[in-house]
């Protein structure tokens, strides 16, 4: 079975500051991974995927993530928080199966914050 | 990326009533559609999937008498609230792909509030 820990349920960063979201998940099959952003009342984003290949994945808004096998993690950084990154983020993990990707199984989400 | 709409975005009805919300595909054939249920400060809790064509896969727990989910072509699909109640109330969530190699994309989201 497949699930997601997200650590850390509001994690408040000062502008400026590196944003660290934890995301550890446990998977039987070599995992996808995804981080996705919502902001209120709307959908989800994709910021960056991990499928195969390099671990360490970039995407938008200059965030990025690194899958760590070992560690069965893949945290979510940011070198430089901005007042806009302020929202919900959520770790989501699924695998692949000979139809192609699967359902989509997301963390609790971590709240942002950013103070001036 | 490729654009999902939701809706309506936001919608009031009475208790007993039903509610449609709609999920568009507006670039891409969106051949499989799935919907979530998204409570106040939690996570997303998917209710079913479905395959353009047939009928939806819904999860342990989800009535699908109470929520009617079709999917009739490869641009749209329906998630009806059939006898609502305040309960119901909730932000729910569509997403859809093309094809089983493709990523999903997300709508932007239905808030229902029964009165």
Not at chain 1, 48 to 67: C, P, Q, S
Request: hydrophobic content about 35%.
């Amino acid at each position: 079975a497949q699930s997601v820990t997200q650590l850390g349920s509001h994690v408040s960063v000062s502008e400026g500051a590196l944003v660290l979201l934890r995301c550890n998940y446990s998977s039987s099959v070599p995992p996808y991974l995804f981080w996705y952003v919502q902001y209120p009342n709307q959908g989800l984003q994709l910021l960056l995927k991990y499928t195969t290949g390099a671990t360490l994945v970039k995407g938008i808004n200059g965030f990025e993530a690194e899958f760590k096998k070992s560690e069965t993690s893949f945290h979510l950084t940011k070198p430089s928080a901005h007042m806009s990154d302020a929202a919900e983020y959520f770790c989501a993990v699924s695998f692949a199966f000979s139809g192609g990707y699967n359902k989509l199984i997301f963390g609790a989400g971590t709240r942002l914050a950013v103070h001036p | 990326g490729a654009v999902v709409s939701q809706h309506p975005s936001r919608v009031i009805c009475k208790s007993g009533t039903s509610v449609k919300i709609e999920c568009r595909s507006l670039d891409f054939q969106a051949t499989t559609m799935f919907w979530y249920r998204q409570f106040p400060k939690q996570s997303l809790m998917l209710m079913a999937t479905s395959n353009e064509g047939s009928k939806a896969t819904y999860e342990q727990g989800v009535e699908k008498d109470k929520f009617l989910i079709n999917h009739a072509s490869l641009t749209l699909s329906t998630l009806t609230v059939t006898s609502a109640h305040p309960e119901d109330s909730s932000f729910y969530i569509c997403s859809a792909r093309e094809g089983s190699q493709s990523e999903a994309f997300f709508g932007q989201g239905t808030r229902l509030t029964v009165v």
